[in-house]
């Protein structure tokens, strides 16, 4: 017991330094590309005013940054009691954009005023959802009566994500953000249990009722070019078509795709120069939003773009170290969930601005301009260090990275507790 | 322990997410390469072709500014022709439409509602029609709502798309709603004065085109450079607007005095619609012309024709013709003839054989060539056989006999055909060219016509034809040719260029050219041109022209019947040309009825009594001192028509100050 007590206080010591600087690096970078993207829209709207978005994207970061350091210093053991009462909160929330306090901006209500803030509920639920999926995991897992590869466990753990996603699609009519949200609850869903074909399966089916959807579409609509056959399946479906040929669609649900191909195009492999982009003149909407990474191509070039996505990359690298090497399973899925957010979100970004995927609203993580989305996620990263610093670690990761060998005897020693957890478990059935 | 632990790995553990959080890393790793091999390609393929893409719509916001077209005025300062700022209403039915559409494709046409009403109750446009376009076509950008806006109906929909300051939010009529409309801005020509002088300023339709008249001459002028406003990215990658401003079009100073056109004008139409249907259908002429300019410098001071036009709807000819007519013309594709008819100056760029106004030109050829001296008498018996023909002097009974004087006076065809052979050919084809008849004037007007082929050469001159020429039939002559030329031959032999615009002024008013008048040359020496204008004297005293005579003044001038081809069907060309005053000419009026609306059109007084209404309204005006009686009837006309040039004036100030010339228009009609 007192080895325990001595324990947990040197762990409180630690802080990952590296994930810091990358999110550090990734902030001001956001920061200077929503002013590059921004300014001239800006000056258009706010008479003369170009620093009116990245003002407001540098408050929210700020917040976002005091947000990150308070919940890192949290006591780990909180978060277990917080879950269902997080959840429950950012679902309430997001009923109130229904309600008077509810803000509607270019069109769309997505946001609740509080105390002169607005604040876009979606964003608060993908923690929400991160946190119950999590504690519903350990709670299913602990439980003896419940198989953890069985149908039951597969929709208890998928239900808070699920529900969360319906309300999304439902308050916010926000396709993108619900999908985002069902994809973390099952990508944890998937972490959580070995060898759970059950989810592989719904995944497969959810793939393949997509893919003939899409395919039903190319074939009645794109092939035959008969527009008129649209207004039977709505309007989404256009964006799909857009994603066939942008340019049939260049008046309308293809012209942002359009114009941000038009950005990666023209920019070449070292870009025209920072600042120099000419599709943010007022050509490229939400250019300092979701189309921001467009913009950082044409201006950057292919350079800018890959050195993006390996920060990217560094910084998931830096979660999964930090989850690799936790022992706490709950402190484990709630970075993974983390993990999975980041993950989605870049991956779809990417994939609208290049026209891999139909145009949907989706912001790129930390750089965007969105106030909302950045302060959750630096929550979200707030989390992570908590875990980095609190959770139960099998080594010290500060041992680990001086001597490599170590971890990767760790990892040998895992995999031998795997044949061993395989052979057991055949012996059971 | 170790058993605990072993449970919690088959239910899953740290570890084992771990794991699948390394696949998972690993699919992600896949994806970015997959992305990144996507972007590669993306700018490998369209690298150039997408950056002319972005060039392309860069330039959409390069725009032309139009230049103002400069005014017209007359030496007073009158406003002839002017531009003036109007706007057509643009509406953006996309942007409408956009606006109407959330983000997730529901669509609730607040702004449609709320633009349309706008429009309705600003421009009064037909709400039904205008949201049918905007659900046919929703994609349009440009459309049309109404053309032709002034200035002030554009201002009084401006409150409702202008952010209210701060503390008039209540009292304005801004609507966030209100949106895709918006104004280009272009110039329009109008004409104040509405047909008056329309033949000499001609008229300009669109931007820089223009037609006839001082319009067409100057349009280089008066057109102005447009202007050019394009962004483009600065240094410091900001857009910078960069604005080549219009260069508005200078102004015009003419040397025409819209009061003296306006009286000019005045007798011509009356002269019109007095004989009209009178012989035949139509009016009192098929055209007449008229043409006052200044003796000692060829400035123009009136230059007026009849049929004339509204140059703010020149091609409304419903006056002139009726609509089956009109329809007929359409079918058989003749409307623009009868366009080109009317909107021609007929003092420029009509020909016809001058007749009798000739003989002084004659006459002072043989003066000055030393053939004729001035003391010879001629024997007229009514006709001079000539090279076999026998040629008839206009009184067939014979004038008897008559000194040179004498011969201009009566007009008398034998003596100036006995004249002209004692000219010759050779003298007579050199004054021919000397006194610039058959050329170009070089008058500032578009459309003068040159009758270089419609005059003697040496092998078209032989000695019957010299015989007819010496009294104006045989040639063809355009008016302007032959007031220009009388005037040189009375002012003691200057030629003058006659010319219409005195200056040209920059928009800001500075003086940008002075146009002086240019003396060309001397064609009769100034003792010749006395006797010239002494002869001319007689024909009003004791001749052909002595209706002409106004009240108050001694004037001189000259006759002219000229009978059209074909010879024999009794069509004339009526003429008279005059000075005042008598004794020191400074205004030339020269007056041509082609084909008077007569039974008999072989009578110069039909021009002569026009001349002389116009000289008894124009003399007084211009100044010039009387010289002569006037009786108690003759002062209480001059009364009158005092008085009513008074009305004419305040009637055209109060028009040059309107759009619509109404009162004008009443008072003409």
């Known amino acids: 017991m007192a080895e325990a007590v001595r324990k947990r206080k040197n762990k409180g010591s630690y802080f990952d330094f590296t994930l810091l600087f990358i999110l550090l690096f990734l902030l001001g970078f956001g920061l200077v590309m929503v002013y590059s993207t921004s300014s001239y829209s800006a000056s258009l709207d706010y008479n003369g005013d170009g620093l009116y978005y990245l003002r407001k994207q540098l408050i929210s970061a700020m917040i976002g940054l005091v947000m990150m350091f308070f919940v890192s210093f949290l006591k780990f053991d909180i978060y277990k009691v917080l879950a269902p009462f997080a959840y429950g909160i950012s679902v309430i929330l997001l009923l109130l954009v229904k309600s008077p306090l509810g803000h509607t901006a270019k069109g769309a209500t997505r946001w609740i005023y509080i105390g002169g803030f607005s604040i876009q509920p979606a964003e608060i639920v993908k923690i929400g959802v991160i946190m119950i999926t999590a504690f519903l995991i350990i709670y299913l897992q602990n439980r ?5 590869t069985s149908f039951k466990y597969i929709f208890i753990v998928l239900a808070p994500g699920i529900l969360a996603a319906g309300l999304i699609l439902f308050v916010t009519r926000n396709l993108s953000t619900a999908v985002i949200v069902g994809g973390i609850a099952f990508s944890m869903l998937i972490m959580s249990t070995p060898r759970c074909f059950k989810a592989y399966l719904l995944l497969i089916l959810a793939l393949i009722g997509i893919g003939l959807y899409v395919l039903f579409l190319y074939l009645t609509i794109h092939k035959t070019g008969d527009i008129g056959a649209l207004s039977k399946v709505g309007f989404r479906s256009e964006r799909i078509l857009a994603w066939f040929n942008p340019e049939k669609y260049a008046d309308g649900k293809g012209y942002q795709t359009l114009q941000s191909l038009y950005g990666i195009g023209s920019g070449g492999v070292w870009g025209k120069g920072l600042g120099k982009s000419m599709q943010k003149l007022g050509f490229l909407p939400e250019a300092q939003n979701d189309m921001i990474f467009s913009i950082i191509c044409e201006e950057l070039g292919l350079f800018g773009g890959f050195a993006i996505l390996l920060l990217f990359v560094l910084l998931l690298y830096r979660i999964l170290d930090i989850a690799t090497l936790t022992k706490d399973f709950f402190g484990n899925m709630l970075v993974g969930g983390v993990f999975a957010h980041i993950a989605i979100q870049v991956i779809f970004n990417v994939c609208v601005v290049t026209n891999v995927m139909p145009n949907t609203g989706i912001s790129l993580p930390f750089i965007s301009y969105g106030g909302s989305s950045i302060i959750f996620l630096l929550t979200e990263m707030g989390i992570v260090m908590n875990v980095a610093r609190y959770a139960d670690f099998t080594i010290s990761p500060n041992v ?8 990767r005897a760790n990892l040998k020693k895992r995999r031998g507790m795997r044949v061993k957890q395989k052979e057991e478990g055949t012996e059971e059935t | 322990m170790e058993q605990n632990r072993n449970k919690r790995n088959l239910k899953g553990s740290a570890q084992d997410v771990a794991i699948r959080l390394g696949v998972f890393f690993f699919i992600v790793l896949l994806a970015f390469v997959g992305l990144s091999v996507r972007l590669i390609f993306i700018t490998k393929d369209n690298d150039t072709e997408y950056q002319q893409r972005i060039l392309s719509q860069q330039a959409f916001d390069s725009k032309t500014l139009n ?31 956009d606006a109407d ?7 609730d046409p607040k702004c449609k509602t709320a633009t349309l009403n706008a429009l309705e109750s600003i421009f009064s446009i ?6 049918a376009y905007i659900e046919s076509v929703p994609s349009s950008q440009y459309y049309i709502v109404k053309r032709n806006v002034s200035f002030d109906e554009m201002s009084r929909f401006l409150p409702y798309i202008t952010k209210p300051k701060k503390g008039e939010e209540e009292t304005s009529l801004y609507d966030e709603h209100v949106c895709g409309v918006w104004f280009e801005k272009y110039y329009t020509r109008f004409y104040p004065q509405g047909p008056l002088a329309c033949d000499l300023i001609g008229f300009s339709l669109s931007t820089g085109q223009a037609s006839y008249g001082l319009e067409e001459y100057y349009n280089d002028i008066l057109t102005g450079v447009s202007g050019r406003q394009y962004g483009y990215l600065s240094d410091d990658s900001v857009v910078e607007v960069t604005t080549v401003p219009a260069v508005d079009g200078n102004t015009l100073v003419t040397t025409i005095d819209a009061n003296l056109q306006m009286m000019v004008e005045k007798h011509l139409k009356e002269f019109a619609l007095e004989y009209k249907d009178n012989a035949r259908e139509g ?5 007449i012309g008229c043409i006052v300019l200044k003796a000692d410098s060829g400035e123009i001071l009136a230059m007026a024709s009849y049929p004339n036009f509204d140059l703010n709807d020149p091609k409304n000819i419903s006056e002139y013709y009726t609509e089956e007519q009109i329809k007929q013309m359409e079918e058989e594709d003749t409307l623009k003839d009868a366009y080109d008819a009317l909107w021609k100056n007929f003092c420029i760029t009509d020909s016809y054989e001058p007749g009798s106004v000739m003989k002084p030109f004659t006459v002072a050829m043989g003066l000055e060539s030393g053939r004729v001296t001035g003391n010879e008498t001629y024997m007229c018996n009514g006709f001079l056989e000539v090279a076999g023909h026998k040629i008839h002097c206009h009184n067939t009974a014979g004038d008897g006999l008559l000194d040179v004087k004498g011969a201009v006076a009566k007009s008398c065809n034998v003596a100036l055909m006995k004249m002209s052979s004692a000219i010759g050919k050779d003298i007579f084809l050199d004054y021919q060219s000397e006194f610039n008849l058959g050329l170009k004037t070089n008058i500032d007007l578009a459309g003068e016509t040159r009758t270089d082929s419609l005059v003697f050469t040496d092998a078209t001159l032989n000695e019957s034809e010299l015989a007819t020429a010496s009294f104006g039939q045989g040639f063809n002559v355009s008016m302007i040719q032959m007031a220009a030329g009388y005037a040189a031959l009375v002012n003691g032999g200057y ?15 500075s003086v940008v050219k002075n146009i002086e008048p240019r003396m060309v040359k001397q064609i009769v020496s100034s003792k010749t041109s006395d ?17 002409a005579k106004p009240a108050g003044y001694a004037i001189g001038g000259k006759t002219g019947t000229a009978e059209t081809l074909p010879r024999g069907n009794g069509e004339y060309v009526v003429s008279f040309i005059s000075h005042a005053p008598a004794d020191n000419p400074e205004i030339i009026c020269y007056v041509v009825i082609d084909r008077p609306n007569v039974s008999v059109q072989e009578d110069a007084k039909y021009a002569t009594i026009v001349s002389r209404e116009i000289l008894t309204d124009i003399l007084p005006y211009l100044n010039i001192p009387m010289t002569e009686a006037v009786s108690d009837k003759e002062r209480e006309e001059l009364l009158q028509r005092e008085l009513s040039i008074y009305t004419n004036r305040v009637a055209m100030e109060d028009a040059s100050g309107n759009e619509v010339n109404e009162e004008a228009k009443e008072n003409e009609q």
């Open chain 1, 144 to 148: 003896d009566d419940i198989d953890n």
């Open chain 2, 283 to 287: 009016f009192g002429a098929n055209n």
């Open chain 1, 400 to 407: 680990v990275k001086r001597t490599g060998e170590v971890k």
């Open chain 2, 67 to 97: 230049a103002k077209r400069g005014e017209i005025i007359d030496a007073n300062g009158t406003v002839l022709a002017a531009s003036k700022e109007t706007y057509n209403v643009i509406l953006d039915a996309k942007q409408l439409i």
């Open chain 2, 531 to 547: 006797m010239i204008v002494d002869y001319c004297n007689a024909v009003v005293t004791d001749g052909t022209g002595w209706r």
């Open chain 2, 126 to 131: 037909d709400k039904g029609e205008l949201n």
């Open chain 2, 101 to 107: 559409t959330d983000i997730n494709g529901n669509y």
């Open chain 2, 495 to 509: 030629y003058y260029e006659p010319h219409v615009v005195s200056k040209i002024l920059s928009p800001s008013g």
